[in-house]
T-cell receptor
């Protein structure tokens, strides 16, 4: 069964700092990997999706990379802002069990003004 | 609508009562998922619908849980004889196609509290 881990569980940084969130998965046979953010009391908002054939995706200040062979993905946030404070989750869709996405437990990010 | 819509947003019920949670997916999305998020835990897969195919019910935790999707659109998750451990946020997501190939779009969830 696919297992997804996110480290650290919580992160606090001053405004303006660049930061990296980590996601690892145990089975490299995936269709894609998706990064989400979740604000308190809300659902998940999709940030970036990387197909298994891709190495990275960029959207604004966000850049996600994928190293499928090592089972790792990183989400890079440039010039962090207080509005980036949220929980960030990654999820993978595995070959053979494509009916469900496997989620990590998330990294809670606080950007201090 | 533009996004996935879930209702109610909050539900408080007494132990032993039945509850129904509703999900309206994005128009045209053929795949629909239900997940459960308990405090401090990750998302737990419950059930998956794809078009007219038989649903994947492998994540349902007990036979008190059931779900249906009418006309390939709206879905209802029913929990019978609710227990306190059922308290959680129930999230619905849809995607353009199934099989894990398309991105997921989530609703804001239904927060269920069983007293």
């Amino acid at each position: 069964k696919q297992e997804v881990t996110q480290i650290p569980a919580a992160l606090s940084v001053p405004e303006g700092e660049n930061l990296v969130l980590n996601c690892s998965f145990t089975d490299s046979a995936i269709y894609n990997l998706q990064w989400f953010r979740q604000d308190p009391g809300k659902g998940l908002t999709s940030l970036l999706l990387i197909q298994s054939s891709q190495r990275e995706q960029t959207s604004g200040r966000l850049n996600a990379s994928l190293d499928k062979s090592s089972g790792r993905s990183t989400l890079y946030i440039a010039a962090s802002q207080p509005g980036d404070s949220a929980t960030y989750l990654c999820a993978v869709s595995s070959v053979g069990t494509g009916n469900q996405f496997y989620f990590g437990t998330g990294t809670s990010l606080t950007v201090i003004p | 609508g533009a996004g996935v819509s879930q209702s109610p947003s909050n539900k408080v019920t007494e132990k032993g009562k039945d509850v129904e949670l509703r999900c309206d997916p994005i128009s045209g999305h053929t795949a629909l998922y239900w997940y459960r998020q308990s405090l401090g835990q990750g998302l737990e897969f419950l059930i998956y619908f794809q078009g007219n195919s038989a649903p994947d019910k492998s994540g349902l935790p007990s036979d008190r849980f059931s779900a249906e999707r009418t006309g390939g659109s709206v879905s209802t998750l029913t929990i019978q004889r609710t227990q306190q451990e059922d308290s959680a946020v129930y999230l619905c997501a849809s995607s353009l196609s199934g099989g894990g190939h398309s991105p997921l779009h989530f609703g804001n969830g239904t927060r269920l509290t069983v007293t």
